[in-house]
């Protein structure tokens, strides 16, 4: 099993800021990795995928970076909506698995 | 507009049996894979079972395989998640979702609670 590591577990952040999530993963996935916006009481949103591709709808803000074992997340100018936990997850084999997630708060 | 509407969830004994259902619309059901992925009380995101377009390929998480089962009726659009032998580690929201880009989860359901307690 290929264990998604993220990190920080949470990240305090003042609106227009910079924000850059990490995640690694414990073995090669190649470019097979998503990344996850989900907000309290609703179900997770797809935001980037093949590390890098934005997902349909997905504001220009949102960028993913990386390949092999090592991910990143950058929101380049922190907006209220996107306070939320963000979660990374690999499918480059089975069992399909998600990091533990980084929340992103206001400071 | 893709629709996911899970249902089925609620209050089961440990030992106990559930099955829930993801209806679809919107989309050409049968040519998608379908998985489900559950969220505990207040933790994070863990992927359950995954089906292929034609349920001919099945993928499950170790801690469910022996006692769920994903199936899919590409007549009726549905996707479904028998569950046997419930624990109390199973209960958590269970929400079904549509891949289109390898197996990401490019669309999900809102979600149906099952909770596993005597």
């Known amino acids: 099993e290929i264990v998604m590591t993220q990190s920080p577990a949470t990240l305090s952040v003042s609106p227009g800021e910079r924000v850059t999530l990490s995640c690694r993963a414990s073995q090669s996935v190649s470019s097979n990795l998503a990344w996850y916006q989900q907000k309290p009481g609703q179900a997770p949103r797809l935001l980037i995928y093949?590390?890098?591709t934005r997902a349909t709808g997905i504001p220009a803000r949102f960028s993913g970076s990386g390949s092999g074992t090592e991910f990143t997340l950058t929101i380049s100018s922190l907006q209220s909506e996107d306070f939320a936990v963000y979660y990374c997850?690999?499918?480059?084999?089975?069992?399909?698995?998600f990091g533990q997630g980084t929340k992103v708060e206001i400071k | 507009e893709v629709q996911l509407v899970e249902s089925g969830g609620g209050l089961v004994q440990p030992g106990g049996s559930l099955r829930l259902s993801c209806a679809t619309s919107?989309?050409?059901?049968?040519?998608?894979?379908m998985n489900w992925v559950r969220q505990a009380p207040g933790k994070g995101l863990e992927w359950v079972a995954s089906i292929k377009q034609d349920g001919s390929e099945k993928y499950y998480v170790d801690s469910v395989k022996g006692r769920f089962t994903i199936s899919r009726d590409n007549a009726k659009n549905s996707l479904s998640l028998q569950m046997n032998t419930l624990r109390a580690e199973d209960t958590a929201v269970y929400y079904c979702a549509r891949s289109i880009m390898g197996a990401t989860m490019n669309d999900w359901g809102q979600g149906t609670l099952v909770t596993v307690s005597s």
């Open positions: 093949g590390a890098s």
């Open positions: 919107g989309f050409t059901f049968s040519n998608y894979w």
């Open positions: 997850q690999q499918y480059g084999s089975w069992p399909l698995t």
